[in-house]
């Protein structure tokens, strides 16, 4: 993409109410992701207890409610938006519910029930963010109220006592939140904002070295706070995805908004030298580090395998078509199964199939994403969708290359599959922006 492609006018408003497309497409296929999770709920009943479970009418009834409710929504306030997006988000949340029921039924905490309700609270904000939100320019006006924002809810954590190692959850009173989780829709607003102003700025300015345009100094100023946020987060909180997540990101809509390498040749050497740095200085990170390094050493050392050597175990237990709902012993993994390693039972019970089945879902949110931001015709929205987006690609990257081991572990939790409240909640105003900008963008097709 080059930077002209940014300079087009906002999309003209039709005279006449564009026709609905796609909405009896959606309905049909939100009742296909209703039915699937219903059936993944009653196969692991049959699986584990030999029956069918006594609450899946009322489940049934609760997921089908949500999706009626957010169909409705849809087709009120957005009747032009893109007929996948909700399904695919609402069978992800449903195979989130079906993994959970699986793990309590060996573990002493009831998450799923409690994440239905959390995702019920993400569905009533899908509905207000489409039905109030008519018009997604009205963020561009609070960009600077939203980084600051964005900055207070990263911070505050700090204040509060680390949950295994990580000082990113907010905890008072039986409740807990993770503040981190809406901070990085605020800084999309933000960071597509800026963008949108100063891509002129960013995209002709700047010396050229060889194959490469490097930026200006005084254009390279924001790119250095977002890298010292980023690095900042790391050292504080202790959590290397939310700061990966932060810089990614930046890095991404920095390239689509001017189309120059050497913006993503300097967001590279920066994020190296900080997670270099940060890795060989700070316990917490250098032990992610080093796990990621010699997954099998505490076997080698008599010390039992690793939480991240039992999810390798775990994916090569489950084969190519894995060992069926209910059937797997990923629980072995320890306590962070039901968050940070919830695609290792995905990978055990439904095997490499079942994986790639998950992971085309992701794919095609992400790409649906994208194209609702190609199609835009003002910058500030092309940006937030291709932001918002990437947001889920890049969760679903670190946190699946993480049980992979393809790069060290982070805390993150992989959308609408784990365990977590406050990124279920998330998770669904991002699909209820997407939504929004959507409907703009098949407006403006016509």
């Given at each position: 993409?080059?930077?002209?492609?940014?300079?087009a006018?906002?999309p003209?408003r039709?005279?006449?109410?564009p026709?609905?497309?796609g909405?009896?497409?959606?309905?049909?296929?939100?009742?296909?992701?209703?039915l699937?999770?219903?059936?993944g709920h009653?196969?692991?009943?049959?699986?584990?207890?030999?029956?069918?479970p006594?609450d899946?009418?009322?489940?049934?009834?609760?997921?089908g409610?949500?999706?009626?409710?957010?169909h409705?929504?849809?087709?009120?306030?957005?009747p032009?938006?893109?007929p996948?997006?909700?399904?695919?988000?609402?069978?992800?949340?449903?195979?989130?519910?079906?993994?959970l029921?699986?793990?309590?039924l060996?573990?002493?905490?009831?998450?799923a029930?409690?994440q239905?309700?959390?995702?019920?609270?993400?569905?009533?904000l899908f509905?207000?963010?489409?039905?109030?939100?008519r018009?997604?320019r009205?963020l561009a006006?609070?960009?600077?109220?939203?980084v600051?924002?964005?900055l207070?809810l990263?911070?505050?954590?700090?204040?509060?006592?680390?949950?295994n190692?990580?000082?990113?959850?907010i905890?008072?009173?039986g409740?807990?939140?993770?503040p981190?989780?809406f901070?990085?829709?605020?800084?999309?607003?933000?960071?597509?904002?800026?963008?949108a102003?100063?891509?002129?700025?960013?995209?002709?300015?700047?010396?050229r070295?060889?194959?490469?345009q490097l930026?200006?100094?005084r254009?390279?100023?924001p790119?250095?706070a977002i890298w010292?946020?980023?690095?900042?987060?790391?050292?504080?909180?202790?959590?290397l995805g939310?700061?990966?997540?932060f810089?990614?990101?930046?890095?991404?809509l920095?390239?689509?908004?001017?189309?120059?390498?050497?913006?993503?040749?300097v967001?590279?050497?920066?994020?190296?030298?900080?997670?270099?740095?940060?890795g060989?200085?700070?316990?917490?990170?250098h032990?992610?580090v080093q796990?990621?390094?010699?997954?099998?050493?505490?076997?080698?050392?008599?010390?039992?395998p690793?939480?991240?050597?039992?999810?390798?175990?775990?994916?090569?237990?489950g084969?190519?078509?894995?060992?069926?709902l209910g059937?797997?012993?990923?629980?072995?993994?320890?306590?962070?199964v039901?968050?940070?390693f919830?695609?290792a039972?995905?990978?055990?019970?439904?095997g490499l199939?079942g994986?790639a089945?998950?992971?085309?879902?992701?794919?095609m949110?992400?790409?649906?994403?994208y194209?609702?931001?190609?199609?835009?015709?003002?910058?500030f929205g092309?940006?937030?969708?291709i932001g918002?987006?990437s947001?889920?690609a890049?969760?679903?990257?670190?946190?699946?290359?993480?049980?992979?081991?393809?790069?060290?572990?982070?805390?993150?939790?992989?959308?609408?599959?784990?365990?977590?409240?406050?990124?279920?909640v998330?998770?669904?105003?991002?699909i209820?922006?997407l939504?929004?900008l959507?409907?703009?963008?098949r407006?403006?097709?016509?």
């Amino acid at each position: 993409m080059s930077a002209t492609t940014l300079d087009a006018g906002a999309p003209p408003r039709p005279a006449t109410p564009p026709p609905r497309r796609g909405r009896g497409m959606e309905f049909v296929l939100l009742l296909c992701a209703v039915l699937i999770s219903v059936l993944g709920h009653c196969d692991v009943g049959l699986a584990t207890a030999g029956t069918v479970p006594p609450d899946t009418l009322r489940y049934g009834c609760a997921l089908g409610a949500l999706a009626l409710a957010a169909h409705g929504a849809v087709r009120a306030g957005a009747p032009c938006a893109d007929p996948l997006l909700l399904p695919i988000a609402l069978l992800l949340n449903g195979l989130g519910l079906i993994l959970l029921q699986r793990l309590d039924l060996r573990t002493a905490e009831a998450a799923a029930p409690t994440q239905l309700v959390w995702s019920a609270l993400g569905v009533a904000l899908f509905i207000a963010v489409v039905l109030l939100l008519r018009d997604y320019r009205a963020l561009a006006r609070y960009a600077y109220v939203s980084v600051a924002a964005a900055l207070v809810l990263m911070i505050v954590p700090i204040a509060f006592p680390a949950v295994n190692g990580a000082r990113i959850w907010i905890q008072y009173a039986g409740l807990s939140i993770q503040p981190g989780e809406f901070a990085k829709v605020l800084l999309a607003v933000f960071f597509a904002a800026y963008l949108a102003d100063n891509h002129h700025a960013l995209a002709y300015t700047g010396r050229r070295i060889w194959f490469l345009q490097l930026p200006t100094g005084r254009a390279l100023g924001p790119v250095l706070a977002i890298w010292a946020i980023s690095v900042g987060v790391l050292v504080l909180e202790r959590d290397l995805g939310t700061s990966l997540l932060f810089f990614g990101l930046f890095v991404i809509l920095l390239y689509v908004s001017t189309g120059r390498t050497g913006w993503t040749a300097v967001g590279l050497l920066l994020s190296g030298a900080g997670a270099f740095a940060v890795g060989s200085l700070e316990p917490h990170v250098h032990s992610r580090v080093q796990d990621w390094l010699h997954p099998f050493a505490s076997i080698d050392a008599g010390e039992g395998p690793s939480q991240l050597a039992q999810s390798l175990f775990a994916f090569a237990a489950g084969g190519v078509f894995g060992t069926g709902l209910g059937e797997g012993h990923s629980v072995l993994i320890g306590f962070a199964v039901k968050s940070d390693f919830v695609l290792a039972t995905a990978g055990e019970e439904l095997g490499l199939a079942g994986i790639a089945a998950v992971l085309l879902l992701y794919a095609m949110l992400t790409a649906r994403g994208y194209a609702a931001g190609l199609a835009m015709r003002d910058p500030f929205g092309r940006l937030l969708a291709i932001g918002l987006a990437s947001i889920i690609a890049l969760q679903v990257f670190v946190i699946a290359g993480g049980v992979t081991d393809l790069i060290p572990l982070t805390g993150m939790a992989m959308p609408f599959l784990a365990q977590g409240g406050s990124s279920v909640v998330t998770n669904w105003i991002i699909i209820a922006l997407l939504i929004r900008l959507s409907d703009t963008a098949r407006r403006a097709e016509g």
